[in-house]
């Protein structure tokens, strides 16, 4: 990729901030499955949601966006002193 095309590119966060903005309930989803590693409700296998791999790719990037942030909370939390 050109230096030119990475600065028309959005930032990973402003793009998370996107998704979870237009799929705020895939968002939080994914964020609270991967906090508290447990998936509840009805799910496909993987603890995706039902339908999960019939949705739209930004519903799903949504989804993911919201896991990454989720786990990335977890660790942060886990190396926290207590």
Known sequence: MTEE????????G???ARLRQRWPTEFRDG???ALLARFDGQREPGG???GF???PLE???A???GFNRGFHDLLR???EPR
């Open 5 to 12: 095309k990475a600065r028309q590119e959005p930032r990973s």
């Open 14 to 16: 402003e793009e998370a």
């Open 31 to 33: 964020a609270r499955g």
């Open 48 to 50: 995706y949601p039902l």
């Open 53 to 55: 791999h019939g949705w």
């Open 59 to 61: 519903r799903r990037n």
């Open 63 to 65: 989804w993911f966006a």
């Open 77 to 79: 939390l886990l190396k």
